[in-house]
Protein backbone atom coordinates (compact mmCIF):
# COMPACT_ATOMS: atom_id res chain seq x y z
CA UNK A 1 0.00 0.00 0.00
CA UNK A 2 3.04 2.45 0.65
CA UNK A 3 4.21 2.31 -2.59
CA UNK A 4 0.47 3.07 -4.21
CA UNK A 5 0.28 5.29 -2.51
CA UNK A 6 4.01 6.93 -3.41
CA UNK A 7 3.18 6.28 -7.00
CA UNK A 8 -0.39 8.80 -6.48
CA UNK A 9 1.66 11.30 -4.41
CA UNK A 10 4.32 11.85 -7.21
CA UNK A 11 2.37 10.95 -10.18
CA UNK A 12 1.83 14.58 -11.57
CA UNK A 13 5.59 14.74 -11.32
CA UNK A 14 5.89 11.79 -13.63
CA UNK A 15 2.93 12.71 -16.16
CA UNK A 16 5.22 16.36 -16.50
CA UNK A 17 8.09 14.78 -17.25
CA UNK A 18 7.07 12.31 -19.57
CA UNK A 19 4.90 15.26 -20.75
CA UNK A 20 8.00 17.32 -21.13
CA UNK A 21 9.81 14.45 -22.74
CA UNK A 22 7.70 14.33 -25.72
CA UNK A 23 6.65 18.01 -25.70
CA UNK A 24 9.54 19.78 -26.22
CA UNK A 25 7.36 23.34 -25.72
CA UNK A 26 6.80 23.26 -22.31
CA UNK A 27 8.91 25.39 -20.25
CA UNK A 28 9.41 23.02 -17.25
CA UNK A 29 7.22 20.68 -15.18
CA UNK A 30 5.27 23.85 -13.97
CA UNK A 31 3.94 25.15 -17.55
CA UNK A 32 3.32 21.20 -17.71
CA UNK A 33 0.73 20.93 -14.57
CA UNK A 34 -0.57 24.42 -15.54
CA UNK A 35 -1.32 23.87 -19.27
CA UNK A 36 -3.09 20.30 -18.01
CA UNK A 37 -4.79 21.39 -15.14
CA UNK A 38 -6.54 24.80 -17.52
CA UNK A 39 -6.64 22.07 -20.71
CA UNK A 40 -8.30 18.38 -19.05
CA UNK A 41 -9.23 19.69 -15.07
CA UNK A 42 -6.92 17.80 -12.32
CA UNK A 43 -7.94 14.30 -13.23
CA UNK A 44 -5.67 14.93 -16.36
CA UNK A 45 -2.57 14.83 -14.10
CA UNK A 46 -3.48 11.46 -13.22
CA UNK A 47 -4.40 9.76 -16.28
CA UNK A 48 -2.76 6.53 -16.82
CA UNK A 49 -1.89 5.78 -12.74
CA UNK A 50 -3.87 2.52 -12.84
CA UNK A 51 -1.40 0.97 -14.70
CA UNK A 52 1.41 1.40 -12.58
CA UNK A 53 -0.58 0.92 -9.73
CA UNK A 54 -1.59 -1.93 -10.74
CA UNK A 55 1.75 -3.10 -12.19
CA UNK A 56 3.51 -2.37 -8.82
CA UNK A 57 2.09 -5.17 -7.17
CA UNK A 58 2.86 -7.66 -9.79
CA UNK A 59 6.86 -6.17 -10.65
CA UNK A 60 7.15 -6.68 -6.83
CA UNK A 61 6.33 -10.00 -6.76
CA UNK A 62 8.04 -10.90 -9.96
CA UNK A 63 11.07 -9.45 -8.24
CA UNK A 64 11.08 -11.17 -4.85
CA UNK A 65 10.24 -14.47 -6.24
CA UNK A 66 12.86 -14.21 -8.98
CA UNK A 67 15.57 -13.17 -5.90
CA UNK A 68 14.42 -15.82 -3.94
CA UNK A 69 15.00 -18.35 -6.74
CA UNK A 70 18.41 -17.01 -7.08
CA UNK A 71 19.48 -17.37 -4.01
CA UNK A 72 18.02 -20.81 -3.40
CA UNK A 73 20.11 -21.60 -6.48
CA UNK A 74 23.18 -20.46 -4.79
CA UNK A 75 22.64 -21.52 -1.61
CA UNK A 76 22.32 -24.88 -3.12
CA UNK A 77 20.27 -26.55 -0.42
CA UNK A 78 22.02 -24.76 2.83
CA UNK A 79 19.50 -22.33 3.62
CA UNK A 80 22.12 -21.01 6.71
CA UNK A 81 24.76 -20.32 4.34
CA UNK A 82 25.30 -16.97 3.63
CA UNK A 83 25.22 -15.36 0.23
CA UNK A 84 28.73 -13.52 -1.20
CA UNK A 85 28.33 -9.90 -2.57
CA UNK A 86 28.95 -11.74 -6.45
CA UNK A 87 25.79 -14.05 -5.63
CA UNK A 88 23.58 -11.70 -4.09
CA UNK A 89 24.38 -9.47 -7.32
CA UNK A 90 23.74 -12.11 -9.89
CA UNK A 91 20.53 -12.83 -7.97
CA UNK A 92 19.37 -9.47 -7.53
CA UNK A 93 20.08 -9.37 -11.75
CA UNK A 94 18.21 -12.26 -12.46
CA UNK A 95 15.12 -10.86 -10.30
CA UNK A 96 15.71 -7.63 -12.61
CA UNK A 97 15.54 -9.48 -15.82
CA UNK A 98 12.39 -11.62 -15.00
CA UNK A 99 10.56 -8.26 -13.73
CA UNK A 100 11.23 -6.51 -16.82
CA UNK A 101 9.04 -7.73 -19.41
CA UNK A 102 5.72 -6.48 -16.91
CA UNK A 103 7.40 -3.25 -15.92
CA UNK A 104 7.72 -3.11 -19.82
CA UNK A 105 3.88 -3.17 -20.13
CA UNK A 106 3.06 -1.23 -17.10
CA UNK A 107 5.62 1.44 -18.33
CA UNK A 108 4.36 1.74 -21.78
CA UNK A 109 0.61 1.90 -21.06
CA UNK A 110 1.01 4.86 -18.27
CA UNK A 111 3.35 6.64 -21.21
CA UNK A 112 1.21 6.16 -23.42
CA UNK A 113 -2.39 7.44 -21.39
CA UNK A 114 0.63 10.11 -20.04
CA UNK A 115 1.07 11.74 -23.54
CA UNK A 116 -1.55 10.72 -25.93
CA UNK A 117 -4.19 13.87 -26.78
CA UNK A 118 -7.69 12.74 -28.05
CA UNK A 119 -9.32 14.09 -31.58
CA UNK A 120 -10.17 17.79 -30.97
CA UNK A 121 -8.07 19.71 -29.46
CA UNK A 122 -7.71 19.96 -25.96
CA UNK A 123 -6.34 17.90 -23.44
CA UNK A 124 -9.30 15.04 -23.62
CA UNK A 125 -7.79 11.52 -22.82
CA UNK A 126 -7.58 9.12 -26.07
CA UNK A 127 -8.50 6.06 -24.31
CA UNK A 128 -10.97 6.18 -20.96
CA UNK A 129 -8.85 3.86 -19.37
CA UNK A 130 -5.97 1.76 -19.29
CA UNK A 131 -7.42 -1.55 -19.75
CA UNK A 132 -8.86 0.11 -23.22
CA UNK A 133 -5.51 1.46 -23.94
CA UNK A 134 -3.67 -2.11 -23.79
CA UNK A 135 -6.50 -3.30 -25.87
CA UNK A 136 -5.72 -0.43 -28.87
CA UNK A 137 -1.79 -0.79 -28.55
CA UNK A 138 -2.41 -4.60 -29.27
CA UNK A 139 -5.04 -3.91 -32.43
CA UNK A 140 -3.04 -1.08 -33.63
CA UNK A 141 0.58 -2.02 -33.56
CA UNK A 142 0.32 -6.03 -32.48
CA UNK A 143 1.61 -7.31 -29.71
CA UNK A 144 5.10 -6.85 -29.41
CA UNK A 145 5.29 -3.15 -30.50
CA UNK A 146 2.31 -2.45 -28.59
CA UNK A 147 3.58 -3.39 -25.13
CA UNK A 148 7.20 -4.68 -25.12
CA UNK A 149 8.28 -1.62 -27.68
CA UNK A 150 11.60 -0.72 -25.68
CA UNK A 151 11.75 -4.18 -23.51
CA UNK A 152 15.38 -4.17 -24.29
CA UNK A 153 16.09 -0.73 -22.33
CA UNK A 154 14.06 -1.45 -19.49
CA UNK A 155 15.88 -4.60 -19.45
CA UNK A 156 19.34 -2.69 -19.65
CA UNK A 157 17.69 -0.61 -16.75
CA UNK A 158 16.63 -3.12 -14.40
CA UNK A 159 18.68 -5.85 -14.79
CA UNK A 160 21.80 -3.12 -12.89
CA UNK A 161 19.04 -1.65 -11.03
CA UNK A 162 18.16 -4.74 -8.87
CA UNK A 163 21.71 -5.96 -9.05
CA UNK A 164 22.40 -3.31 -6.84
CA UNK A 165 19.34 -3.00 -4.87
CA UNK A 166 19.21 -6.36 -3.42
CA UNK A 167 22.90 -6.78 -2.67
CA UNK A 168 22.37 -3.16 -0.53
CA UNK A 169 19.13 -3.82 1.18
CA UNK A 170 20.44 -7.31 2.46
CA UNK A 171 23.86 -5.32 3.63
Not at 33 to 61: C, D, K, N
Not at 155 to 168: G, H, K, N, S, T
Amino acid sequence: MGGVFGITLIFPLDTAKVRQQAYPHYKGPLDVIRSMVREGGIGSLYRGLLSPQAGFGVTFAISFAGYGQGTRFFREGNTERDLTLGEMTAAGAWAGLLQSPSRQVFERVKSVMQVQKGGGGGDKAPYKWSGECVVQLVKKEGLYNGLFRGLDATVLRELPQFAVYYPIVRC
